[in-house]
């Protein structure tokens, strides 16, 4: 596929960003690819630098090699430009710092000196959660943390409630609130900020959205991949607090939330903070009738043959850890009483796919014979990735002399077809939201915190339940307790335009 040129932008104010894992699969993969993106649309002003942080003992030249290879591997071939490439390496350092030691710290506080106030300081952390603290610290003993510099946290922000209060706290001992930026990529995807745009800059669904006409929502967001040499993270984490307490829960957040009074920063995360303050808190009796985990097992996913879950590298034999999570929830406000949210998310499923799915009701009465064919209600389906688009089934007559037979059709916003120019990735967005100053896309210390109060009472629950993850064969939609779930309510997984599922 070809991707239209970058779409040219002014330049923001100069930066220092400081990246602590900069040897990371995070920074290589996602962050220097970023960067360079926003560097080639004319973003990134004169005098910018990055600074890599890493244990690793590389010189500054290692380094840009190891970039080097990154933004190549990662950027598409017809974005690569090798001038634009030399004057992007040429702003990357690295110094070795160990961020649980004295190590190297000065080293750093060095390539600041004579910086002054000038490029704004930018400190990210794509490290594991148990180094903010410390590295927060650390970064305030060197003298490097000054008024205006921010802060940006990676997710997960800890493992339960506790541990995201003590971070938060630890981290917030140094930065203030506003400096601090905690970063949530799928807020920065195009087709998410465009929920905004579909709920609130159009009056067509509105008066709808609401438990008078919807009759569910339902959220799936599938990958292909296995944990892909994440191992050892992905197993003291799983799908719950790698997918659910954030990503999907900010979609949640989205769709659900009341109208902002307007687009500045604390207004749309106060109506967020209220959907996932007002998420019903799971006992143990729901856990067990309205969550499912599922773990894979060997299989073949997009034709290729992958090993099970247990297998992959840095697993512990008879790891408990799930890799799929199917769940209903229920937002317990007037807007939504007694309208289910099916969420699901898993490893190793047939395509990566997201979406978000608004099932109106049916019709409350219908005038047409039975031989017109069966009547469906209506459906919104906003697919976030891949093939950006928004499609509203309607029912329609079908062409013909042969009397009314009606038909389901789409009405569809494909957002390749109509906007042509290429998306770019959620990091480009928010890294750069960053030097604007500007964290309406990044979530607040509180909404963490909401987000993962409800969280823990589904891991309390599984916990005392002793629930073990139910196998799915990889390339499936998962386990079929998942399918349970939704049609124990007569309804179903909307899955009709995509690979078929096999059980
Ligand atoms: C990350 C998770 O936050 O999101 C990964 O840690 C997951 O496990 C990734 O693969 C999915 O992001 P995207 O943008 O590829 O949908």
Redesign the pocket.
């Known amino acids: 596929m070809s991707h239209p040129r970058t779409v040219a932008a002014p330049p923001l104010p100069a930066f220092d960003y400081t990246v602590f894992g900069g040897t990371g699969d995070l920074a290589l993969r996602k962050l220097l690819p970023a960067l360079y993106l926003r560097d080639r649309a004319g973003q990134v002003a004169a005098g910018s630098r990055i600074i890599a942080v890493s244990r690793s003992a590389l010189d500054p030249a290692e380094y840009r090699a190891k970039a080097d290879a990154a933004v190549r591997r990662h950027v598409a071939a017809d974005e690569l430009d090798e001038e634009l490439i030399a004057r992007f390496l040429e702003r990357l350092d690295y110094v070795s710092v160990d961020a649980t030691s004295s190590e190297g710290w000065s080293d750093l506080a060095g390539r600041f000196e004579g910086r002054g106030d000038g490029p704004v300081r930018i400190f990210y952390l794509a490290t594991s959660p148990s180094l903010f603290g410390p590295i927060c610290d650390r970064l305030k003993g060197a003298g490097l943390v000054t008024p205006a510099a921010r802060v940006v946290l990676e997710?997960?922000i800890g493992r339960d409630l506790d541990s995201a209060r003590a971070i938060n706290a630890q981290v917030g001992a140094v930065f203030a609130e506003s400096q601090i930026y905690r970063i949530?990529?799928?807020l920065g995807?195009e087709t998410v900020q465009n929920l905004l745009a579909l709920r609130f800059a159009n009056s067509l669904f509105e008066p709808l959205w609401n438990a008078n006409h919807i009759d569910h929502v339902q959220i799936t967001?599938a990958?292909t991949?296995g944990?892909?040499g994440?191992g050892d993270?992905?197993d003291h984490?799983g799908a719950l607090r790698?997918?659910v307490q954030?990503?999907l829960l900010q979609l949640v957040c989205l769709v659900g939330m009341e109208s902002p009074v307007s687009l500045a920063q604390e207004a749309v995360r106060d109506e967020k903070l209220k959907v996932l303050r007002s998420l019903k808190p799971m006992g143990v009796e729901d856990v067990g009738a309205c969550t499912v985990r599922g773990q894979y097992r060997a299989g073949a996913v997009t034709g290729g043959a992958v090993p099970a879950y247990a297998d992959e590298p840095g697993i512990p034999a008879g790891s408990g850890t799930e890799t799929f999570v199917a769940l209903k929830l229920e937002i317990a406000n007037w807007r939504w009483a007694g309208v289910p949210f099916y969420l699901r998310t898993g490893?190793r499923l047939p395509a990566?796919m997201?979406e978000i799915v608004i099932q109106f009701r049916p019709i409350p009465h219908s005038i047409f014979p039975q031989s017109a064919g069966e009547l469906q209600a209506n459906r919104l389906i906003v697919r976030l990735?891949p093939d950006e688009s928004i499609r509203l089934h309607l029912m329609a007559k079908e062409p013909g002399p042969g009397g009314m037979r009606l038909r389901q059709a789409p009405l569809n916003l494909s957002f390749a077809e109509t906007f042509g120019s290429r998306f770019p990735d959620?990091y480009e967005r928010l890294l750069m939201d960053v030097v604007r100053g500007n964290p309406t896309l990044f979530m607040r210390r509180d909404e963490v915190e909401a987000a993962w109060a409800w969280a823990e009472t589904i891991l309390e629950g599984w916990k005392s339940r002793r629930d073990q993850p139910k196998p799915y064969i990889s390339g499936t939609w998962g386990p079929s307790q998942a399918i349970a779930l939704i049609e124990r309510d007569g309804r179903t997984w909307h899955e009709d335009e995509l690979p078929n599922a096999a059980f």
Do not use: G, I, T
């Open positions: 997710k997960p949530d990529h799928y995807k967001v990958e991949v944990v892909e994440r993270y992905y984490s790698d997918m954030n990503h490893k990566k997201s990735q959620a």
